[in-house]
């Protein structure tokens, strides 16, 4: 069956310095890759997304990269800031089945 | 803000008992889905409605149940065979297929005393 699986499942690193976050999926189906930010107590938001035709796409400080033949792709925030603490998901979604598949999460936290 | 509203945001229920959590969209959009938020296990997928009176399982669909009369609601019911319901909820819904964007609810917190 379709999987996501999200790493680390934390991550603290200090202000100024990148963050990297890393998924792989299962179904070579796939072709569409959002990552959504879900700050404490709030809903889930889209940040940023990929589709299985790029293999980069960037806006400002995020960037996410997709390798189809390893079936995984990355989350990356530069120069990070406070306000970027939050937990990140991963997923993975397909045309033939309305449905999108979650990464379990990564709690991001940013140091001052 | 966001055109989809889940109601109530906090509820209480004894063990045993039914309850139906709502999801209304205004967006228009074709597609809903209902997720549960259990802390370091991310979203998981309950069950899902890509048009009016059709609707699939998830991967926990067990002890749940939903309904898509409307293509504005996609009620949730927790029924009392759901051994661990007690978890956050989020609803969400997008335009079509799974390749575009998911607009999620605030969330419903159950909890089952």
């Known amino acids: 069956g379709e999987n996501v699986e999200q790493h680390p499942s934390t991550l603290s690193v200090q202000e100024g310095d990148s963050a990297v976050i890393k998924c792989t999926y299962s179904d070579s189906a796939s072709n569409y890759f959002p990552w959504y930010k879900q700050e404490l107590g709030k809903r889930p938001q889209l940040i940023i997304d990929?589709?299985?035709?790029?293999g980069e796409k960037k806006d400002q400080r995020i960037a996410v990269t997709l390798n189809k033949t390893a079936k995984h792709f990355s989350l990356h925030i530069t120069e990070t800031q406070p306000e970027d603490s939050a937990v990140y998901f991963c997923?993975?979604?397909?045309?033939?089945?309305?449905?999108?598949?979650f990464g379990s999460g990564t709690r991001l936290s940013i140091r001052p | 803000d966001g055109g989809i509203t889940q109601s109530p945001k906090y509820l209480f229920r004894k063990e045993g008992q039914n309850v139906t959590l709502s999801c209304e969209q205004n967006l228009n959009h074709d597609a809903m889905y209902w997720y549960r938020q259990d802390p370091g296990q991310g979203l998981r997928l309950i069950y899902y409605s890509q048009i009016v009176n059709d609707f699939q399982k998830g991967d926990i669909a067990e002890g749940y149940s939903v309904s898509r009369e409307k293509k504005e609601s996609f009620p949730l019911t927790v029924t009392s065979a759901q051994k661990n319901p007690t978890a956050f909820y989020l609803c969400?819904?997008?335009?079509?297929?799974?390749?575009?964007?998911?607009?999620f609810g605030q969330g419903t917190r159950l909890t089952v005393v």
């Open positions: 969400a819904s997008s335009t079509g297929p799974s390749t575009t964007e998911a607009f």
């Open positions: 997923a993975a979604g397909y045309s033939s089945a309305s449905k999108i598949i």
């Open positions: 990929i589709r299985s035709n790029v």
